[in-house]
């Protein structure tokens, strides 16, 4: 037995052994998964698995041992994720505190900002939020106006962001502010980690049309950060911030680009349409649900590759805003068509004509209308596309 095969075969008896039979269940949404941080308390069986997974490192299982992570190599890694996928298991851990800032310092931070931050996030015992948005600043992010001068040790930030998902549980947030508003606005911005509980800082949800509240407004007055937590350089955060949302359009797609298991395309139009308790009766459907699985299989592999290669060192750059572009667009795609499958059923927000599971199609579509926002929209991606990747004239 070479190695790898014996990691492989350790690896599953350790998983056995220690995983949760719960957790041996997919979740049934993003909720039921751990976020980790102070302010939310999970399920016994959550935090017993979170513990276990983090012991090892195995939260981040790539990052370097002495910031947490379980210093697999690229490999070790690939093994983890396929025995975790067969026998279903589910993360110990999610959130943009493993996906983005720990990436972000990982790449670009000092080695104390490694060793202050990286293993409260391993743990899961911080949860991060994305302090970017401003109510004039969206797309045009170099036109943040929120404010941070320097009082001794201290920056001293005074403004307001906006979208800011889970603010209301986040324990820190990595924040873009502008520190010098003479120069050229992209050479103004530094990049700052913010304690949430800070004084000053206060978090308003904001109620979605699916009903739910993941998103919030941040108000910050006065709210004094040492100068310790600047990353990067003082007016070099622009450079962050890209480096950062690189990040952030991988992980956007990544979190799309599983076909769902036992395809629930194909499973809806058996249950919603007549005579297709076999083969799919309609010939346009049937074309529509292979077209988006077709897709969805494209997706798979070409991020696979791009992983493969940010393994092997390649900083993530511009072509992440095909992978986020593409994710979000077939999602909404499939949520659009679950739609049309399921017809009037999907249409109901609550009472007794609807079951549990199509009053979450009708959540779940709402809440996808999302995807082509979040993260800089589709039309800011095609411009990337268009003149970072494609290089064509403005
Ligand atoms: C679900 C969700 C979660 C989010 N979470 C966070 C978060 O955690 N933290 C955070 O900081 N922000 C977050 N955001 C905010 C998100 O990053 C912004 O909404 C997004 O960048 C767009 O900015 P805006 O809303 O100001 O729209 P605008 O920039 O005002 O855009 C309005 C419209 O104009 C179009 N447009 C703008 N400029 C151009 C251009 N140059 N060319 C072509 N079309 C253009 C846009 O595509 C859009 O259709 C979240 C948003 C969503 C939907």
């Keep these: 037995m070479d190695t ?3 990691f492989r075969e350790q690896t599953r008896q350790w998983l056995l052994a220690n995983a949760p039979k719960s957790m041996l269940v997919p979740p049934s949404s993003v909720d039921e998964l751990c976020w980790g941080g102070r302010k939310t308390t999970y399920p016994p ?3 017993r698995w979170l513990d276990v997974m983090a012991e090892r490192g195995w939260t981040a299982p790539t990052w370097p041992k002495p910031y947490g992570g379980g210093g697999l190599t690229k490999a070790e890694a690939k093994v983890l994720t396929q025995e975790m996928a067969k026998l279903r298991l589910r993360q110990p851990l999610v959130g943009c505190g493993l996906t983005m800032i720990g990436p972000l310092l ?4 000092s080695e104390d900002l490694k ?4 293993p409260p996030i391993v743990h899961g015992r911080v949860r991060w939020c994305q302090g970017y948005s401003e109510p004039g600043a969206g797309s045009d992010l170099a036109g943040l106006q929120t404010r941070a001068v320097l009082d001794g040790d201290d920056y001293v930030i005074t403004g307001q962001k906006i979208w800011t998902s889970y603010a209301d549980k986040a324990d820190w947030m990595f924040i873009l502010v502008r520190t010098d508003p003479d120069a050229r606005k992209q050479q103004g911005i530094t990049f700052l980690l913010m304690d949430m509980d800070s004084p000053g800082v206060s978090v308003k949800p904001i109620r979605l049309i699916s009903g739910s509240s993941p998103f919030c407004e941040t108000f910050l007055d006065h709210v004094r950060v040492p100068r310790s937590q600047v990353v ?3 007016n070099g955060g622009w450079a962050m911030a890209k480096a950062l949302l690189g990040h952030e359009r991988t992980m956007i797609a990544d979190f799309f680009k599983d076909r769902m298991p036992g395809n629930p ?3 809806l139009a058996r249950r919603y349409l007549s005579g297709s308790e076999t083969r799919i009766a309609d010939p ?11 897709d969805q299989a494209c997706l798979e592999l070409t991020l696979k590759r791009s992983q493969d290669g940010m393994k092997a060192g390649h900083k993530p750059g511009p072509e992440t805003s095909i992978f986020k572009y593409y994710g979000t667009e077939t999602n909404m795609r499939r949520r659009e068509l679950m739609l049309s499958i399921a017809g009037p059923q999907a249409l109901g927000w609550e009472g007794a004509g609807f079951n549990e599971h199509e009053l979450t199609l009708t959540r779940d579509w709402l809440r996808s209308r999302g995807n082509s926002i979040e993260g800089g929209t589709s039309e800011v991606q095609l411009n990337i596309i268009a003149k970072r990747v ?3 004239p403005d």
């Design 45 to 47: 069986d959550v935090t």
């Design 4 to 6: 790898l095969d014996l």
């Design 106 to 109: 990982l790449q670009e931070g």
């Design 390 to 392: 494609l290089g064509l």
């Design 265 to 267: 395309l194909l499973k």
């Design 284 to 294: 346009i459907v049937r074309d529509r649900i292979t077209q988006v699985d077709m």
């Design 232 to 234: 990067g350089r003082v």
């Design 115 to 118: 060793r202050t931050h990286l």
